[in-house]
């Protein structure tokens, strides 16, 4: 079935690690997004990317890190210079019927 | 001024009633506008774009409002299922390209259907 994949759901680090999340789609598209999401708050695009080899900043892209080697993936890394990394995060994708994102099921990222 | 705003709820209405909430965007040049869903802990969908001229999809309407910069979500004979978060997406970037959706979205409205 197409979709997009996170993993894992839940994902505990110490305070100070690098973390990776994966986000992964077989839907063909071309652009990608991750979001974050907080109690209380909409969500936020901290990177999105329109094509392979090629992203953008979003609105609070401080402390995270991507990179686009292939269409299908686009993975998402939480660094230790992320103050409050403890969030929810969604991977997204844009295909042929333009303004439609699809949302991945989420990871669960709790630093400690 | 937030950029898109919503009323968080939480709103608790009985089954089968009708119920509306609406949402206002900032940005008059704004292009596109959606309502998504999103169910406890799971990832957002769209429930249904917002045209100009209204839109309707079954039990849900959704109208688009530009002089006053907001737009509705109508639910008729509410069910038990529709209790979710219901988001306001907008596209407020006037020049917007094909793949290139920066969204913004609303901090969401509960709804619980009350049986």
């Known amino acids: 079935d197409g979709g997009i994949t996170q993993s894992p759901k839940y994902l505990f680090r110490k305070e100070g690690q690098n973390v990776t999340l994966s986000c992964e789609q077989n839907?063909?598209?071309?652009?990608m997004y991750w979001y974050r999401q907080d109690p209380g708050q909409g969500l936020r695009l901290i990177y999105y990317?329109?094509?392979?080899?090629?992203?953008q900043k979003g609105d609070i892209a401080e402390g995270y890190s991507v990179s686009r080697e292939k269409k299908e993936s686009f993975p998402l890394t939480v660094t230790s210079a992320q103050k409050n990394p403890t969030a929810f995060y969604l991977c997204?994708?844009?295909?042929?019927?333009?303004?439609?994102?699809?949302f991945g099921p989420g990871t669960r990222l709790t630093v400690t | 001024r937030k950029e898109v705003e919503q009323d968080p709820g939480p709103f608790n209405v009985p089954e089968g009633a009708t119920v509306a909430f609406n949402c206002t965007y900032s940005n008059s040049a704004s292009q596109s506008f959606f309502w998504y869903r999103q169910d406890c802990r799971k990832e957002p969908k769209l429930l249904m774009s917002v045209y100009s001229s209204g839109n309707e999809d079954g039990r849900f309407t959704a109208q688009l409002n530009r002089a006053s910069q907001y737009i509705s979500l109508l639910i008729r004979d509410s069910k038990l299922s529709d209790s979710a978060t219901y988001l306001c997406?907008?596209?407020?970037?006037?020049?917007?390209?094909?793949?290139?959706?920066?969204?913004?979205f609303g901090t969401g409205t509960r709804l619980t259907i009350i049986p």
């Open positions: 997204a994708s844009t295909g042929d019927r333009g303004y439609e994102q699809y």
């Open positions: 997406v907008v596209n407020m970037d006037p020049i917007s390209n094909f793949g290139n959706e920066k969204l913004t």
């Open positions: 990317s329109q094509i392979v080899n090629d992203f």
């Open positions: 839907l063909n598209h071309d652009a």
